[in-house]
């Protein structure tokens, strides 16, 4: 007898259907699965006929043939094992087909026939209407993750046994329903902020320059100064994010497996931190099926790249593409794959090798050629991307005992928000352009305008700290920001004058 189950896969964050045909003949027992599945995929014989006999039902002895169809697309993971347990069952005859034909079927089985959770429930819950099927029964961890797509009929069960007794028709199980907006609203809190920050009142100012005009940052300062605590903090005022975004991160998550039961929406930005040992493929994805790395996983949210000079320079060179386009495509011999990679990058480190150059308390006893090698060691193409350099110096002890706390998040996100606001009405229609950071060549010509008292202090700097034209350029950028911050129509002096503070690597001439 035949049977056909849907399934899908996804390939980046996009599902495709996959059809589980069973067919079983008389003729001596044996099972062939086709359809280029993967080990993963060949091994749920085992599971299957395992979960099957534990259930007290039975695993078919004669020839079992399981086409996998698209054929030409590679099959991977362990989601299949359900669609071809209840394919199996449904060919001998030991469950009616009416219900199972019209939902879409994902799960992995254990050898007692408990579900576990698989990857991708929520890209491929997104597709179901798209290909035609109106439920999707899937492993109930993944249920509410699934359930965020409207009108679709989710079903979350525990066990193949429960599967079965749901598609015979003699137990009735609820659909999950979320409202992602509940959701979404729900886990808006990320637990941290600004207001835990005491002093550093210039490096706060700086991450709400940068958070405004989308600028990525860089900050240098000795140990313990407060420069992750501040990276941190730096998701919080981002302007919020808005439930499609938060949709479109959780799908990258969803299929690199980080959702579950308590993540079932990534409704905060999400704040990424690789330690500096994380290889090429880690950082912008791979694999053979490839997965997303960590510039995908930030996506909407910041890459943090902590101790910058320990990464390896070739890691951080492979970013360059994704930086500029954001997103990443995978190329390998079946497929390319892309995921989208719009981050903001902050990166930390110290201001010599052994971290005390700038402060005051301790004595640093780094020579001027070791300086030297440790910044240059710094990659080229990533500084190029980096629009604010912040000093962040060492907090007095009487500033840490200070028992009043600081501005909080939500004040300084509200500024953001506002300037962030005029950069949308300005770069309306510009393609590509959403904030000040963006602008090419062009737009910094039309937007950028300064006027005689400004041209004379950039003239002024530019020769006086030997700026490259660059660094001129990231000076415009981050002065159009400051003047937004300021809601100002026109960059004055003052504005110009504050962004020139943010090019301390450049002034300082370490490179
Ligand atoms: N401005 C501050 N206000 C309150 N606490 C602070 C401040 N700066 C530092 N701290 C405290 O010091 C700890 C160390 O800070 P943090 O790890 O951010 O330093 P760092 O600059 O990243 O150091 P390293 O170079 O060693 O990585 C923080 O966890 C926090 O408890
Ligand atoms: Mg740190
Ligand atoms: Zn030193």
Do not use: W
């Not at 695993?59 to 991977?76: G, M, Q």
């Not at 402060?359 to 780094?366: E, G």
């Not at 629009?387 to 028992?403: G, M, N, Y």
Request: charged share 25%; proline share 6%; glycine share 8%.
């Amino acid at each position: 007898m035949l049977s056909k189950v849907f399934s899908a896969a996804v390939t980046g964050i996009e599902a495709f259907l996959v059809e589980v045909e069973t067919d079983i003949s008389p003729g001596l027992p044996c099972y062939t699965l086709v359809g280029l599945p993967d080990n993963a995929v060949r091994e749920s014989r085992e599971r299957v006929s395992s979960a099957i006999s534990n259930i007290g039902l039975r695993f078919p002895l004669k020839r079992v043939t399981i086409n996998l169809a698209p054929a030409d697309r590679k099959k991977e993971g362990a989601a299949f094992d359900l669609p071809i347990a209840l394919a199996l069952l449904a060919a001998s005859g030991q469950l009616p087909p009416e219900r199972l034909e019209r939902c879409l079927v994902l799960g992995e089985l254990s050898l007692d026939g408990k579900l576990k959770p698989v990857h991708g429930a929520l890209p491929i819950a997104a597709s179901c209407r798209k290909l035609g099927l109106e439920g999707l029964l899937l492993p109930r961890a993944n249920a509410v993750e699934a359930a965020v797509v409207r009108d679709l009929e989710v079903i979350g069960v525990e066990t193949l046994a429960e599967a079965v007794r749901f598609l015979a028709g003699e137990q009735e199980l609820k659909p999950t329903r979320v409202d992602p907006n509940d959701l979404f609203s729900s886990r808006l809190s990320y637990g941290v902020d600004f207001s835990d920050v005491k002093g550093q009142e210039h490096a706060k100012r700086a991450l709400e320059v940068a958070a405004a005009g989308g600028h990525n940052l860089l900050l240098i300062g000795p140990p313990g100064s407060g420069k992750t605590m501040l990276a941190r903090r730096l998701v919080t005022i981002l302007p919020r994010i808005s439930l499609e975004e938060a949709i479109e991160t959780t799908r990258i998550h969803s299929v690199a497996g980080l959702t579950g039961e308590s993540q079932s929406l990534v409704a905060t930005r999400p704040f990424r931190n690789p330690h500096h040992t994380i290889s090429d493929a880690g950082l912008i994805g791979g694999g053979r099926i490839p997965r997303p790395g960590e510039v995908s996983l930030a996506h909407n949210g910041v890459l943090f790249l902590d101790e910058m000079p320990e990464f390896q320079k070739n890691v951080l060179e492979v970013m360059r593409q994704p930086m500029e386009d954001g997103e990443v495509s995978i190329s390998r011999s079946l497929i390319t794959v892309s995921y989208p990679a719009r981050f903001m990058l902050a990166c930390a480190m110290n201001p010599c090798p052994c971290g005390y150059l700038t402060d005051p308390a301790h004595s640093c006893h780094c020579t001027p050629t070791q300086i030297k090698r440790y910044m240059s060691s710094i990659s080229g193409p990533l500084l190029d991307r980096i629009d604010i350099h912040v000093e962040v110096p060492a907090v007095p002890f009487d500033q840490l005992a200070d028992k009043r706390s600081g501005e909080n998040s939500e004040n300084i996100r509200a500024r953001v928000e506002k300037g962030r606001g005029l950069q949308l009405e300005r770069f309306r229609g510009a393609d590509g352009i959403y904030c000040n950071a963006h602008m090419g060549r062009q737009a910094l010509k039309k937007y950028c305008v300064l006027n005689e008292e400004c041209l004379a202090l950039l003239r002024q700097a530019v020769t006086h700290f030997g700026l490259s034209a660059r660094a001129h350029d990231r000076i415009l950028k981050v002065s159009r920001t400051i003047a937004d911050l300021a809601g100002s129509e026109s960059i004055e002096a003052a504005h110009l004058a504050e962004a020139i503070q943010y090019r301390s690597l450049d002034r300082t001439a370490m490179r």
